[in-house]
């Protein structure tokens, strides 16, 4: 909502001033409001308007069609810069001459905006902050509602009905009993978030030593859910790292896994499963066929005593994770169109 807010103030402002007739400070402006949002029309057509640059005017106009297909303005003003000079003074007089403003900003290429780079464990971090909050407003209404009802209890136990009094001292029971509950529930979800957030960035910074062989995104939106980390390797292998922090001893029995013994709140196997067939989906176009993505569970703090892969998980610890990565890597069969565009992969996927 904060980055909106901005957005729409440069405009307003770069309106302004294009209205006072300072076109280097709209310029300025609006030249800021693309590099902020490269997906606004109305941006690209205000900068097309202060531009003195012919090619420049173009390529604003450009990405506005791009944008936006029916922007008449912008069709219009390209038809004019496009045409012959004689038909431009037939069709549309030009406005006198001014002298080419200096462009203060650089403006970013239309066509390549910079794809988003997450930070690892940036939604959970989030989760955490969220649940802590739940846990503050429980916490206040509930406090709040025990005030409100106290008070007659206090001042006019006498006057009041029996009858009302009684059900005033049994909600105030009942919400006593429940109330810790909640809170407490709450706390324990935004604790286990912020563990698992933890985990998250530490194996973002375990992969950042993959070096610059290695395309590396985290915390990937997908349909179901949210992939941890994405791993692309420059031979084209593809790898999907779902981290938990779960602590204990982590084993296999039946194909099933088991942490300590008993299965966990979630089944970890079919989520990475999941997440790696969609992933295999998405970046099927760039790669030309289905890819074969290579799905990672790794748990930064349990004791994993499991052999081989599960239903064709690799399931480990953060210790073997580099060393996982790069033995599969060289048994992979090389897919080098994924590697070529793995700019437009990460601007697909953020």
């Not at 609006?30 to 949002?37: E, G, H, I, S």
């Not at 992939?227 to 922090?245: C, Q, Y």
Request: positive net charge.
């Amino acid at each position: 909502m904060t980055q909106s807010t901005d957005l729409r103030s440069l405009l307003e402002q770069a309106a302004a001033e294009m209205k006072l007739g300072h076109k280097n400070e709209a310029q300025r402006l609006l030249a800021q409001a693309v590099q902020q949002d490269p997906n606004n029309s109305s941006a690209w057509y205000g900068l097309a308007i202060v531009l003195g640059d012919e090619t420049k005017k173009k390529d604003c106009l450009k990405r506005v069609l791009a944008l936006k297909p029916d922007h008449e303005r912008a069709r219009a003003m390209l038809a004019q810069l496009d045409a012959p000079a004689a038909v431009q003074e037939t069709v549309l007089p030009l406005p006198p001459v001014e002298p080419k403003p200096v462009v203060p900003l650089a403006v970013p290429h239309p066509a390549t905006p910079k794809p988003i780079r997450k930070q690892a464990g940036a939604s959970t971090r989030e989760m955490e902050r969220e649940r802590r909050n739940y846990a503050k407003i429980y916490a206040m209404v509930g406090m709040g509602v025990l005030i409100l009802l106290s008070i007659p209890i206090v001042f006019y136990s006498k006057i009041i009905p029996f009858e009302l009094l009684i059900g005033l001292l049994v909600i105030i029971g009942i919400i006593y009993k429940v109330l810790p509950n909640r809170v407490d529930k709450k706390l324990n979800e935004s604790r286990r978030a912020g563990r698992g957030a933890a985990a998250e960035e530490k194996i973002g910074e375990l992969l950042a030593e993959l070096g610059p062989d290695f395309e590396v995104l985290h915390d990937v939106e997908c349909a179901y859910g949210n992939i941890d980390h994405l791993v692309i390797a420059s031979n084209g292998a593809i790898f999907m790292i779902e981290t938990k922090s779960h602590r204990g001893k982590v084993t296999v029995q039946d194909n099933v896994l088991l942490v300590n013994g008993r299965t966990p709140e979630k089944d970890f196997i079919a989520q990475s499963l999941r997440n790696s067939f969609w992933l295999r989906d998405q970046i099927e176009p760039f790669a030309g066929k289905k890819p074969w993505v290579t799905a990672v569970l790794v748990f930064t703090n349990g004791f994993v005593q499991v052999r081989g892969p599960v239903k064709g998980v690799i399931v480990t610890n953060k210790k073997y994770l580099l060393n996982t990565i790069q033995n599969a890597v060289k048994r992979a069969r090389a897919l080098p169109g994924v590697w070529e565009q793995r700019e437009e992969i990460a601007r697909l996927l953020g």
